[in-house]
């Protein structure tokens, strides 16, 4: 059986935000940009090979992860350096992929339960 962890009680204010953060990690193709990121700091051109997304799409979901902070943009030159803001982007992706490779037990984890 699992332990339960203390997740912070907040306000609604800060669990809209908490949902937007959700929904922004919502498709695989940030999924792949910021697992890149979590690897290596990176340009678009790079990301783009990368991931096999185009450069176009990669620029599209850069300026969308950028816009909720998960991703910063350093200049060298005349390139543009994309990077994760900090680690606490990186531990909840690996949070979510290890969650999704725990194998089905029947019961929730948080509270011992048959499942439905």
Do not use: C, D, Y
């Given at each position: 059986m699992h332990e339960c962890l203390h997740v912070y009680v907040i306000d609604d204010v800060h669990l809209e935000k908490v949902a937007?953060?959700?929904?922004?990690?919502?498709?695989?193709?940030?999924?792949?940009?910021?697992?890149?990121?979590?690897?290596?700091?990176?340009?678009?051109?790079?990301?783009?090979e990368?991931?096999?997304?185009?450069?176009p799409l990669v620029s599209?979901?850069?300026?969308v992860l950028?816009?909720?902070?998960?991703?910063?943009v350093s200049r060298s030159g005349r390139d543009a350096i994309y990077s994760l803001s900090d680690d606490h982007v990186a531990h909840v992706i690996n949070d979510a992929?290890?969650?999704?490779?725990e194998p089905a037990t029947g019961t929730t984890a948080?509270?011992?339960k048959e499942k439905s």
């Open positions: 937007e953060l959700f929904k922004m990690l919502g498709t695989a193709s940030r999924l792949r940009i910021l697992t890149e990121l979590a690897n290596e700091p990176s340009s678009v051109g790079s990301l783009a990368s991931t096999r997304l185009s450069q599209q979901h850069l300026r950028r816009g909720i902070n998960l991703v910063t992929i290890s969650h999704t490779q948080a509270h011992g």
